[in-house]
């Protein structure tokens, strides 16, 4: 079982630059979410999604946007980055209604 | 609104040693709460959860009991190995369908032989 994918694992970007960070899993989760991480603040919410076509946002959605075209897939886009936005980047799914959620291993993601 | 506050790290220990790391949270309701585990490089795992309270989670060696009347749900173990050397995060769930949660800031232990 592959679990929750997400890719690129590392990524250096200038600011202004845009990219978009992937996620995809293979459990028929209907809900699926984007956190950040960072030192001495936990993991926030930035957006989640319970269901394709479905999005809303979280704690700290400034600056990201998310689709959700298929049950799979929910990727994360930055349109243009800042350097606030070096963090540690986990996507996140679970059943509707579950309690369990399933981490992708993390996106490391460094804006110079 | 919510919040999960946790002890502060990190958190060094002899192995077999007993481990405490208090958490304590804020919530509106009867919140769900949750104990995940980050191992070096890895995305979080769920370790434990209660539901309800005086509800005790357990996994791997690990216990932490729902507290409702001191709102807390601290993580134990009676005698910890070098292979527990990870982060650990307390998380509370306040909404129907456990849709967000709310995480603390994570204590990071480390076991020496």
Redesign the interface.
């Known amino acids: 079982n592959a679990g ?1 994918t997400q890719t690129p694992k590392f990524q250096v970007l200038k600011t202004g630059q845009s990219m978009t960070l992937q996620c995809a899993q293979d459990m028929n989760h209907e ?1 699926m979410s984007w ?1 950040r991480q960072d030192p ?6 930035i957006h ?1 999604s ?1 269901g394709a076509g479905i999005t809303d946002q ?1 704690e700290v959605p400034n600056g990201y946007n998310v689709s959700r075209s298929t049950t799979e897939d929910f990727p994360l886009r930055l349109l243009s980055a800042a350097p606030s936005q070096t963090s540690v980047y ?1 996507c ?1 799914s ?1 059943r ?6 399933f ?4 996106t490391q993601l460094s804006v110079l | 609104g919510n919040s999960v506050t946790q002890m502060e790290g990190p958190v060094t220990l002899s192995e077999e040693a007993f481990l405490t790391i208090n958490c304590t949270y804020t919530a509106t309701g009867y919140p769900s709460l949750f104990w995940y585990v980050q191992y070096p490089g890895e995305g979080l795992q769920l370790l434990l959860k209660a539901t309800k309270a005086d509800d005790k989670g357990s996994n791997k060696g690990f216990e932490a009991t729902y507290r409702k009347e001191t709102t807390s749900f601290h993580l134990e173990k009676g005698s910890v190995q070098v292979s527990d050397s990870a982060v650990y995060f307390c998380a509370l769930s306040a909404n129907f369908g456990n849709e967000k949660l709310t995480f603390g800031t994570g204590t990071r232990l480390t076991i020496i032989p």
Do not use: H, I, N, T
């Open positions: 929750v809900y956190y001495g603040m936990g993991l926030r919410l989640y319970v979280g986990f996140a679970k509707q209604g579950g309690e369990k959620l981490f992708g291993s993390g």
